[in-house]
């Protein structure tokens, strides 16, 4: 991720807050922050350390990655969530329905201005699902079985969706 250093000053300034309370606050080393201040990118956990230390959302000090093309998952051994950063738009959508119906385990981190989107979701949820490799005997044979199963359950073509 990428932080808007100007905007998080500004809040700091606001707050009346320095680098020494956000050394205390996050745990961060001062060398730390200044890279950060210095390059601009940092991981989400770091993000959303920052963001508590002023007390706003991490959609408000965060920047936007220009020329994305990237689909990223990212977690840690054994933890419980995933972040990813999306680009593609009909994951997108899945995953801000999913915020939407599901707040409680799947959270939007930051919208960015070309459309893409990161966030926090389930480890359980990642799946890594190759599809089918069948010769054309074996697609035939399952051809064939889909089209006996609706003739033999009378469905119509409405009913099957």
């Not at 009346?16 to 001062?30: H, Q």
């Not at 359980?124 to 490799?133: A, S, T």
């Amino acid at each position: 991720m990428r932080l808007n250093v100007n905007r998080y000053k500004e809040l700091l300034e606001s707050k009346n807050l320095d680098e020494l309370d956000i050394e205390r606050k996050t745990g961060l080393s001062m060398s730390t922050i200044n890279w950060i201040f210095e390059n601009e990118y940092l991981e989400i956990s770091t993000l959303e350390r920052l963001a508590d230390v002023v007390k706003c959302g991490t959609k408000e000090i965060a920047l936007p990655d220009h020329n994305n093309i990237e689909n990223v998952i990212e977690w840690q051994r054994d933890s419980k969530t995933a972040t990813v950063s999306l680009t593609q738009g009909r994951t997108i959508t899945r995953v801000m329905k999913l915020a939407e119906s599901r707040p409680e385990e799947c959270r939007i981190i930051a919208e960015n201005k070309d459309g893409s989107i990161c966030a926090r979701v389930p480890v359980g949820w990642i799946r890594i699902n190759p599809g089918m490799n069948l010769n054309e005997e074996q697609r035939e044979k399952r051809a064939d079985r889909m089209r006996c199963n609706i003739l033999n359950n009378d469905y119509s073509r409405g009913e099957m969706g």
